[in-house]
């Protein structure tokens, strides 16, 4: 079965910048879209990115346009780059696999997900 393995995050100054990977184990990434999600202590969990499975199509949450970016390389790996990072940033960041974003950024459609990593944007 398709594991979705989470890199990256830590704690970052505002205006920081930190890049996260999600690898697959157990299957490939190639067929799916991903999405990244993120959640704060006591919010909702909040939709971020979403890319296509050939990486042609990319969306963002309207807070984190222009400052962060997905992609995926050939090695089976989805990576979001994040800069110009702010405070109201911190929460636990999560991979999750779908067949297409069509439904992004709500999460409900998203099948297989990563164990989540921290990131914390504070001085």
């Known amino acids: 079965q398709l594991q979705l393995v989470q890199s990256g995050g830590g704690l970052v100054q505002p205006g920081g910048s930190l890049r996260l990977s999600c690898a697959a184990s157990?299957?490939?990434?190639?067929?799916?879209?991903i999405g990244w999600f993120r959640q704060a202590p006591g919010k909702e969990r909040e939709g971020v990115s979403c890319?296509?499975?050939?990486?042609?199509?990319t969306f963002y949450a309207d807070s984190v346009k222009g400052r962060f970016t997905i992609s995926r390389d050939n090695a089976n790996t989805v990576y979001l780059q994040m800069n110009s990072l702010k405070p109201e940033g911190t929460a636990v960041y999560y991979c999750?696999?779908?067949w297409g974003c069509g439904y992004f950024p709500l999460w409900t459609d998203f099948g297989f997900w990563g164990r989540g990593t921290q990131v914390t944007v504070s001085s």
């Open positions: 157990g299957g490939t990434l190639d067929l799916y879209a």
């Open positions: 999750a696999a779908a």
């Open positions: 890319i296509n499975s050939s990486g042609g199509s």
